[in-house]
């Protein structure tokens, strides 16, 4: 038996808001993200700052691709399992070493046939900080925070003697008493 592995993790952003789309045949959920993942290094001869953007195109399926078209947007963070797959087949226009678009004889733009890789998701993480003191409906979108819970005055206690004549009265006053008090509610 020989051992196999198809595994791919990323961290990136996504770079528009999703699209859910169901399947003409089945009517099943999916959405294609595109995410891109940044790189930085020092270049080792001029010590400048580098930076490259690697972009992925992620397939999720099911209600995988519904939970991700409804709680992410342009910009949002994930981290993304999966594995890969031969994409689909397109058109491109041919570019030369020079950087410019390859003529053919009549002028043209050249035409080739390209396949990227895609990652097909098995499992994705939001990875954007809500907001603090907010609530999150069910787009994402913040709205106000709960009604904070009613606090009734502070009660002092009974005043505590000490039984001998001897000892000190003590008196536990409201400043000394700590914690919160809450109303309880309405019938207990």
Partial sequence: MSAKLNKVSIIGNLGKDVVLNKTNTSGKAVCNIRVAVNDSWKDKT????MEKTEWFTVV???ALAENVAQYTRSGSQVYVEG???TGRPYMSKAIGQDGKYVLDVNGANFMVQKTDMEIIATNVQFLDKKPEDTAYAATGQAVAPAAAPVQAAPVAPAPVVAAAPTAPV???TPEAVSGTFVQPPAGV
């Fill in 83 to 85: 594995r890969l797959q």
């Fill in 170 to 172: 003590v008196v536990a």
């Fill in 60 to 62: 999720c399926w099911n």
């Fill in 46 to 49: 001029t010590g400048q700052k």
